[in-house]
């Protein structure tokens, strides 16, 4: 970059000239010059541009990567989610059957110590009477 100023200077000095055709050796050397500075800016630029493009394709390997992590993640947390709401669901349905036979069996309890007391009750009477 330091030489392309000083390269343009030239040229429009050699272009500033007195009316006439430059000497060809001036404008080979003028000519000569561009051109290696801009062979060298052209190689500079490839140069460049690999790098950038290896980066962005190093870039997008990288997000692609944790892209695939990320919805595997979200599979299979959904999934897990969804198991466990099935085992809740069972849980509860599980809870309100016992809670029912709790129910029945305190209420066959008391019928059954009813029935007792009863017969308790019976056979002690009867047990007096005789």
């Given at each position: ?9 030239e040229?429009?000095?050699a272009s ?23 062979e060298g ?29 990320l ?5 299979k947390?959904?999934a ?44 002690r009477?009867k047990?007096?009477?005789?």
């Amino acid at each position: 970059a330091r030489g392309l100023p000083r390269v343009l200077a030239e040229f429009m000095q050699a272009s500033n000239q007195a009316e006439g055709a430059p000497a060809v050796a001036a404008y080979e050397a003028q000519s000569g010059s561009v051109l290696e500075l801009l062979e060298g800016l052209l190689k500079k630029f490839k140069t460049e541009l690999a790098e950038v493009e290896s980066a962005e394709t190093n870039q997008r390997h990288e997000f692609e990567l944790v892209d695939l992590h990320l919805k595997d993640a979200i599979e299979k947390d959904t999934a897990d989610m969804k198991e466990k709401v099935v085992a809740k669901s069972k849980r509860a349905t599980a809870a309100a059957r016992a809670k029912g036979e709790l129910e029945k069996t305190k209420a066959d309890k008391a019928a059954d110590e009813a029935l007792k007391e009863e017969i308790t009750t019976t056979f002690r009477v009867k047990s007096e009477t005789f």
